[in-house]
Structure formats: C-alpha cells, structure tokens
C-alpha cells in the first residue's frame, strides 16, 4: 500500500475530506475479492494525484461504521469522490485505472 494512501475513519473525516479539496475515499472491507483486486489501482492513483492536490483514502466499512451509514454505502467497493467536501461522483464495483483516472480528473477539472 502507498504511503500516499490515507486512511480515514470516522475520527478523521471531518478535517481531511470534509474540510474541502478535492479527494476519493475506497470504501472497503478486508474479507472483499474485488476490494483487493482495486487495492493496487488505489495505490497507484495516490501516487499519481499526490502533488495535484487530490486525497486518496480507505475506508474500512467494519472500523467507520459512521461514514458507511452516513453514505448509504451498501456493497464494497464503493469509490465516492468529493469536492469541498461535497459527493460529487460515485461509484460501485472495481474499476480499471483509466476509469478511475477519468473521474478523478472530472472533479479536478
């Protein structure tokens, strides 16, 4: 996992992602097949956003069971992008990068 990867919960929410900015939180959970296979894309994507001013975090549905309620997050993975904190996209389901780039660059637009 990169370290550019950031790892939200309930606890630090507010002031990373509702804070303002731009960012896109995986919503995940550890037993997940298809949570696994977006992992290294995740990665990717935080290396690659990292100076552009986009956050790229984790969300493990079972540790942030306040985020998952307060997103009506209902499978995993789930990808929420925000902008001021704002949901602006979403998805559901593993994407390949492209996609994921695509919207990341949509909300940075």
């Known amino acids: 996992m990169s370290e550019n990867v950031m790892n939200i919960d309930d606890n630090n929410f507010e002031a990373e992602i509702a804070s303002g900015g731009l960012a896109m939180l995986d919503f995940y959970a550890t037993w997940c097949g298809p949570c696994k ?17 986009v956050k790229i975090g984790k969300v493990d549905i079972e ?11 209902q499978g995993v993975p789930t990808l929420l992008f925000f902008k001021d904190g704002e949901v602006v996209n979403q ?3 593993a994407h390949p990068k492209a996609v994921l780039e695509k919207a990341l660059d949509e909300i940075s637009g």
């Open 91 to 93: 998805m559901a389901g």
């Open 37 to 53: 296979t977006l992992e290294p894309v995740v990665s990717e994507l935080a290396d690659d956003y990292a100076g552009k001013g």
């Open 63 to 73: 540790q942030a069971e306040g985020l998952t309620v307060k997103y009506g997050i």
